[in-house]
């Protein structure tokens, strides 16, 4: 049975409170072909309070059969974090059940856990046509003194030296099934600038290990938390990739289906994604038509600001396992 509060989450989106649903529709699609900016990426962490618990997110289609994963991680973040008064988030595990819509809004239910005197524990749930599509449980923690280690950051090339990712040639668009067409044509809020390049149209097998620089292409005011939650946000981006690099294979090839399927991470440090990181990652395994990753990301002077770990779907036609996916 349906739980009340997943309807009364359903309702809202259906009958709208503040907004007209016509006018949300109209956003909806206006942001969808834009050109992603950073002023409209942090519009979209932007949540309308509805009640007590409550809220609800724009979406936006940045070019992925489905909504980006990253988005409904960043803006889980900001809802959470509404409901804290006290403290920084350090962790959060995910799941993402199911594919979500990018031409509707997402309604955000916070559960607040747990209120101890050093850590606050939430649990969210995200609401698309009345079924949850996603979940996390995140951690806070009031500012604390303790011991302190961290693994060195990779002796890699500077940003500087490296090329931003760069745009596919028109001749090589019709390789590229038409749900990702969109996504090698976009301009994304990011530069990122990969350590080792990865021709995706001629995959061959390597090491599963990965470099890439990444910050936001302007500079931002903005508070500690936001910082944070677009970490969350772009650390979505190129991690799972990571566990198909031993196969030769690629994520624009027909015959392969990937899908996050989890997605946790650990806040260490104070970070600003307006300057230059590094997201070093790896994949320790893949079975069962699934994929292991796990990242780090270091600021420009060698502190690590994050850990990352996430499993994905990684099916090839003809070698599909028995059972039944998420509907």
Do not use: C
Request: hydrophobic share 40%; proline share 6%; net charge negative.
């Amino acid at each position: 049975m349906m739980s009340s509060r997943i309807i009364r989450a359903a309702q809202y989106v259906a009958i709208g409170i503040n907004w007209p649903v016509f006018r949300l529709r109209q956003n909806y699609w206006n942001m969808a072909y834009s050109n992603n900016t950073v002023e409209e990426l942090l519009q979209l962490m932007e949540l309308e309070p509805l009640e007590v618990n409550l809220f609800r997110g724009e979406s936006r289609d940045i070019g992925t059969p489905r909504v980006f994963g990253g988005q409904v991680l960043a803006q889980s973040v900001i809802a959470a974090s509404r409901t804290v008064d006290e403290g920084t988030i350090h962790s959060l595990h995910a799941y993402f059940l199911r594919a979500g819509d990018a031409s509707a809004p997402i309604v955000y239910d916070v559960d607040r856990n747990r209120d101890g005197r050093s850590f606050k524990s939430r649990r969210v749930v995200a609401i698309q046509h009345g079924r949850p599509i996603f979940t996390m449980a995140a951690s806070f923690q009031l500012d604390q003194e303790g011991l302190d280690h961290q693994f060195e950051m990779p002796d890699v090339p500077p940003p500087e030296n490296l090329a931003s990712e760069g745009d596919v040639p028109e001749e090589r668009l019709g390789d590229v099934p038409q749900l990702l067409r969109r996504w090698f044509t976009r301009t994304g809020p990011f530069d990122f600038r990969p350590v080792q390049k990865t021709d995706v149209f001629n995959p061959y097998p390597q090491p599963p290990f990965s470099n890439i620089w990444f910050k936001l292409k302007e500079k931002i005011n903005v508070s500690d938390l936001m910082h944070r939650a677009l970490m969350a946000y772009a650390s979505d981006f190129y991690l799972v990739g990571t566990a198909t690099l031993p196969h030769g294979i690629s994520f624009i090839q027909d015959e392969l289906t990937m899908a996050s399927l989890d997605h946790a991470m650990w806040f260490h440090r104070p970070v600003r994604v307006d300057d230059w990181l590094l997201y070093s990652t790896d994949s320790p395994s893949s079975s069962g038509g699934r994929g292991l990753a796990r990242g780090l990301i270091y600021d420009r002077s060698g502190t690590l600001v994050a850990s990352t770990i996430q499993e994905g779907m990684m099916r090839l036609k003809g070698k599909r396992e028995t059972g039944k996916d998420n509907e």
